[in-house]
């Protein structure tokens, strides 16, 4: 903890939270970058002594970030839109796609809640919901799992699914589900919160249609500044279900007879959250500038570290980490439920979180080696049998599951 190695490769000096905690709850709330919570009070203090006099700098620094966002995700400035989060991307989607009665969505049903509340809507207009089941305690979702559904007539007009799952962290390859979904028409439609600044993106080359993810994860930006990319083809498909000045040319045109912006700006109705995207893009410069290739190799090795130290205590890892490996490690306890474990932990400076039967660890490139040690160490200290209790956890977990 607190520990400037210089092998991470973003600068633990960069992160006040690792002044006080081994941080490993990236894939729930990440900590803003020391950059990011900069960017957040200069636009407090240029906006309370200008006001509109700041918006044209701010709007460049929108700009800037949209950049940033394109080259994270490997697609073009003008097939980026901000929104206000991934739940709120979803939406748009669901609610802008000409959908006719029949058509067929491919949802994975343990998605996270907004992946799959989104579409559900769209039964009462005759649209099939499709859930395809994940397989074993790590619901894992290789393409095999998709293959039957994909190939069943009416083939899927779309496939919805996360790049990574929130709880067990599967993570599902892109490049060949979008062939897949391309071979039968369907059009590709990724929840990319638990991947997106951690995991090497090339959305444009491999086939992802539409992408959404807010800043607050693994992007290590604030709530409620987030990005949706949506490729050429699709644009004039969606409809902006959010219509409005911000989304007309030429801007300033307050007539209301503007044409529709040819990008995706277009679904920005309104005025953006312009605090919250001068803070994502400061933290996107960071990332960007350590290399996104460099940090998923950190990442990944610490994960690998976590492993080992876990089965050699004995822990069962319910996290795929064959073709499926992310990010995200999740664990079931020997002795304390998840709660209590997570609960300890953070007694002893290690922040986690509970899902699915277990206690998920979600390390960014901020936490070293010697972190990842201390964290292990102090999960030997926590998980021990009840002392008046004694014995395991099944009939405390029991609930949980
Ligand atoms: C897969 C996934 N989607 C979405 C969200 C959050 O959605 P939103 O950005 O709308 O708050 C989470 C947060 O845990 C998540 O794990």
Known sequence: MGDDSPTTPLSQEAFPVTERWIYLNNAGRAPLSR????????????????????????MARVERTRELAAQLMGTSADEVAFIKNTTEGL?????GFPWEAGDRILIPSCEF???????????SRGVDIDLVEPEGPGATLPIER???QLAAAPHPTMVVVSWVQFAQGWRTDLRD??????????????????????????????????????????MLGPEGAGVLSITAEHLDRLVPTELGWNSVVPRGDWSGNGSLDPTARRFE???????????????????????????????????????????????????DRGRGRSPIVTFDPLHARPEDLCAGLRSHGVVTAPRATGVRLSPHAYV?????????????????????LGGT???LAEGLR
């Open 368 to 388: 070293s080696a010697d972190d990842i040690a201390a964290a292990l160490e102090a999960i030997d200290r926590c998980d021990r049998p009840d002392p008046v």
């Open 269 to 319: 109705g309104g005025s953006l959250n312009l605090a919250g995207i001068a803070g994502l893009g400061a933290s996107l410069e960071l990332l960007l500038g350590a290399g996104i290739d460099r940090i998923e190799h950190h990442v990944d090795r610490l994960c690998d570290q976590l492993v080992a130290g876990l089965t050699a205590s004995g822990r069962a890892v319910i996290s």
């Open 146 to 148: 998709f293959a039957a």
């Open 113 to 123: 809640p907004s992946t799959r509340l989104a579409f559900s809507g769209l039964a």
């Open 177 to 218: 589900l979008a062939s897949a979904c391309h071979e039968v028409g369907a059009i590709l439609c990724v929840n990319a919160i638990q991947g997106l600044g951690v995991l090497t993106a090339e959305f444009g080359a491999i086939g992802v249609d539409i992408a959404v993810a807010d800043g607050h994860k693994w």
């Open 393 to 395: 956890r099944p009939a």
């Open 91 to 95: 939406a748009f989607v669901a609610n």
């Open 35 to 58: 950059g990011a919570a900069d960017a957040l009070a200069e636009f407090g203090r240029e906006s309370s002594r200008s006001g509109c006099l700041a918006f044209n700098d701010q």
